[in-house]
């Protein structure tokens, strides 16, 4: 997999990143989601230091992540429990028209 160095903004500072070829628009993506979070906290800790605010964003985001993944699990869990319903229900059907 190749990489390339791509720059972003944080907090004012300009940082070369190795980015996979071919997703540097997810990381610019990223960058700006970032930089939307760490403006909100600037806008609501003021006097915080550059170091807090990305430390609360980091916890913030990962917060984020963590009730995604969440529900990520419980939702692939109703959908295989809902498939094992199904397939119960054909072979079932099968059963009962094998036995016809």
Do not use: F
């Amino acid at each position: 997999m190749t990489t390339q160095a791509v720059q972003i903004e944080v907090l004012g500072r300009r940082i070369g990143v190795n980015c996979p070829t071919g997703q540097e628009q997810a990381l610019h993506q990223a960058a700006n989601y970032l930089k939307q979070e760490l403006d909100k906290l600037a806008k609501r800790a003021n006097g915080s230091s550059g170091d807090q605010i990305l430390t609360i964003a980091a916890l913030n985001v990962c917060y984020e992540l963590l009730q995604l993944r969440h529900e990520h699990q419980a939702e692939k869990q109703r959908v295989d429990d809902r498939i094992m319903q199904l397939q119960q229900a054909l072979e079932s059907a099968l059963k009962q028209h094998s036995a016809v």
